[in-house]
């Protein structure tokens, strides 16, 4: 009988490359939705049962020693390979499903009011939404494509930018009602309603925005607070206050009259991507799902420009 030597968890080889090309736990936990803590233990760990140290620790940032660099060549491209493989499997036919991951507001208040029309156009592909604001590690996740805010300089990876997108300040028509606002001054009764995580990718920032507006004269400290947007959009359509919104994320309530922009100001807020790993691109599904994607988005795009070109600010 031949010998078999246990490879470590795949989890922790998973940290281990994340660390490595970082090399910094911080920013490995950041990608990874952990915290610091949680990376430096498993790397730990994983140097215990190989038996040499992987990285030495420096005060600013992590050195790979000369067993961690021979590791990290191994582990990258054995992903590299698994990534490939699955890929490949993957390719045989139009039929099946695939993995969309997404971020959770952009899930619900863009992609999923338009799956019918994916489904019409496509009922042989299935669709496995997954919403997270967790950035997507392909070659060990099983996510074929995913949408996102976050630019990476990962030249294996298709980043293909779908639209530019802004924000602007929304109230509902009662709010407005009870208490006209002439200037950004006149917030101070109205309470603002904010984005608890305003430094995440897909979220809006009063302090943000004020500042682009170079406005320090309002304070932004006071009101309610979500942890999702559409928490925020749902709150403002309530009359709960004026958010400051992502057009993606409110144009339908814009077009219905639920929701409406009591100030002119329009910000931009970058580009959302849909992306996936470069071999994955060719694939059927994932090819179909791209073009459908960049299809929707040139029409929300089209019917953005429509509405703030006519105004409708009260």
């Known amino acids: 009988m031949i010998a078999t030597r246990r490879l470590p968890p795949l989890e922790s080889l998973r940290y281990f490359e994340a660390a490595a090309r970082h090399g910094s736990f911080t920013r490995a936990a950041r990608e990874l939705c952990l915290t610091q803590s949680a990376v430096s233990q498993k790397i730990l760990a994983l140097e215990a049962r190989l038996g040499y140290r992987l990285f030495e620790r420096l005060p600013r940032g992590l050195r790979m020693t000369v067993e961690g660099d021979r590791l990290f060549s191994g582990v990258s491209a054995a992903f590299e390979q698994l990534l490939a493989t699955v890929g490949a499997i993957g390719d045989e036919a139009l039929e099946g499903t695939i993995k969309v991951r997404a971020m959770p507001s952009f ?19 299935q669709l496995d939404i997954d919403a997270s604001i967790s950035r997507t590690d392909f070659r060990v996740e099983a996510v074929d494509v995913a949408v996102s805010c976050e630019w990476s300089d990962d ?5 293909l930018p779908l639209f530019d997108d802004v924000s602007y300040p929304v109230a509902s028509p009662a709010l407005l009602a009870r208490q006209p606002l002439g200037d950004y001054a006149d917030l101070v009764a109205p309470r603002l309603l904010h984005d608890s995580m305003p430094q995440a990718d897909y979220s809006t920032s009063w302090d943000g925005f004020f500042a682009r507006l170079g406005r320090s004269d309002i304070p932004t400290r006071a009101g309610a607070a ?8 749902q709150a403002a359509c309530a009359g709960q206050g004026v958010a400051l919104a992502r057009h993606s994320l409110v144009a339908e309530e ?3 009259g639920l929701l409406v922009r009591p100030f002119a100001d329009v910000m931009a807020e970058g580009t959302v991507y849909v992306v996936c790993p470069r071999q994955n691109a060719a694939r059927p599904r994932v090819a179909a799902l791209i073009e459908w994607l960049q299809r929707e988005a040139a029409e929300h795009v089209a019917a953005r420009e429509a509405v703030l070109a006519a105004g409708n600010v009260r």
């Open 107 to 125: 899930a619900t208040r863009w992609l999923m009011p338009r799956l019918a029309r994916f489904d019409a156009a496509h009922p042989q592909i």
């Open 155 to 159: 030249a294996r990876l298709m980043q």
């Open 226 to 233: 979500f942890s999702r947007a559409d928490m925020v959009i």
């Open 254 to 256: 814009i077009e219905r």
